[in-house]
């Protein structure tokens, strides 16, 4: 069963960066489809935040765009978020997310990771 593991959220005031990583725990990364980011705020639904195509095309939440980057590295099974000029808008609990679409197909979650921008 394959494992997706997030790492870098804490606490950070509003203007500063924190850098998030998503380590796999099998070689998925290069057969996968997508991969991307997520986030859920208390009280609202889970929104995309950035993805990653097989073919490295990226796409943005409007809200994010300019700031986020999202990269991967498929030799170190890692899909990292780099979010600049954060804002307390920007709290949330982030989630990793692979998914190939293509038969075998499979759709992964990790557990998700804390981050919050204190203004």
């Known amino acids: 069963q394959v494992q997706l593991v997030e790492s870098g959220g804490g606490l950070v005031q509003t203007g500063g960066s924190l850098r998030l990583s998503c380590a796999a725990s099998?070689?998925?990364?290069?057969?996968?489809?997508?991969m991307a980011w997520y986030r859920q705020a208390p009280g609202k639904q889970r929104e995309l935040v950035a993805a990653?195509?097989?073919?490295?095309?990226?796409n943005y939440a409007d809200s994010v765009k300019g700031r986020f980057t999202i990269s991967r590295d498929n030799a170190k099974n890692t899909v990292c978020l780099q979010m600049n000029s954060l804002k307390p808008e920007d709290t949330a609990v982030y989630y990793c997310n692979v998914d190939r679409t293509r038969s075998p197909g499979f759709n992964y979650w990790g557990q998700g990771t804390q981050v919050t921008v204190s203004s």
């Open positions: 990653m195509t097989s073919r490295s095309s990226t």
């Open positions: 099998g070689s998925i990364f290069s057969s996968a489809d997508a």
